[in-house]
């Protein structure tokens, strides 16, 4: 009677790697965005602190394009055996909301953690003669359809909240679509894209040169690193929004290497140094469980629904 207790505790033992060998080769984490972009830097410091955790390499790969679709549609394509991994977003909610023929659905993937929360910052650029949101907008209706803004997705919240802002105030403004933010942000830069709302990781060190101004941030209180900067509710329009990042594989992952996976991003997401590169961004290092991950998802659809319906945003 006692042989099955003592089996059943050395199986246990082996855990994942004695059920699946997993890790045994490179691990792939796909990118649906430019490299050192906001959600490139914090997925190159989770897959440097997952391989070391692992014994595995862990190679970031950026596939931009489609709002992000390029590189889902590559992890779905893969085996899903967790060695193609994709660094999830609010855009995989988005872009199941936004487009009627979309390659996948929110059940294809398979959660398993958040690893940040992080707020938009209302960039303007320096060509644009205006310090503040209120001269923006003055400036804008004085100059009607002469102004752009930087979107890379439709149904984006950068897309989303330059036009809830333009319906505030009356004002026009014409889309210009890049494939990641960092074109965008150079564009700015550059002043041939006049407005972009931007994570603000993307945009608060270039703000912080002066090579571009930032009008507010999206997030209920003003930001540890920016306290300077106003909110959108401060400015008078009532709009808090945030993105999220996060770790998914394809559904049919084996459960133990999700398990496994789950405690090793937690672990990366609490230590201070992951934590100290995410608030100087003005971002939030937050971890989850799959479950709460899969609830993001779905809330992030349900709410990216009801704004596609009111611009008329969906698509074929």
Known sequence: MKFIPALALAVLAT????????????????VGFSAGGPTDLPARFIADRLGTALGQRVIVENRPGAGGQIAT???????RDGYSLLLCTHFESINAAVYKNVAYKLSDLAPISQISRYYYAVALSNEVPAQDLEGFIAYARANPGKLNYGTIGRGSAQEVLALELAK?????????????GADAVNDLIAGRVHLYVSPTLNVLPQYKAGRL?????TSPERLAAAPQIPTLTEKGLAFVRFGWLGLCGGAGTPQPVIALLNRQ???IVKSPEYRDL?????SVAVSSSPEQLAQILHETYEQ???IAREFGLQMD
Do not use: F, M, N, W
Request: hydrophobic letters at 40%; aromatic letters at 4%; glycine letters at 18%.
């Open 15 to 30: 855990g994942v790697h004695g059920q699946t060998g997993y890790p045994d080769k490179p691990v792939r984490l796909v």
């Open 73 to 79: 549609q590559d992890v779905l394509s893969k085996p």
């Open 168 to 180: 505030a105030a009356g004002i026009r403004l014409t889309g210009i679509p890049y494939k990641g």
């Open 213 to 217: 101004r930032v009008l507010a941030v």
């Open 265 to 267: 991003v937690g672990a």
């Open 278 to 282: 995410i608030e100087k961004a003005g």
């Open 304 to 306: 990216t629904a009801g």
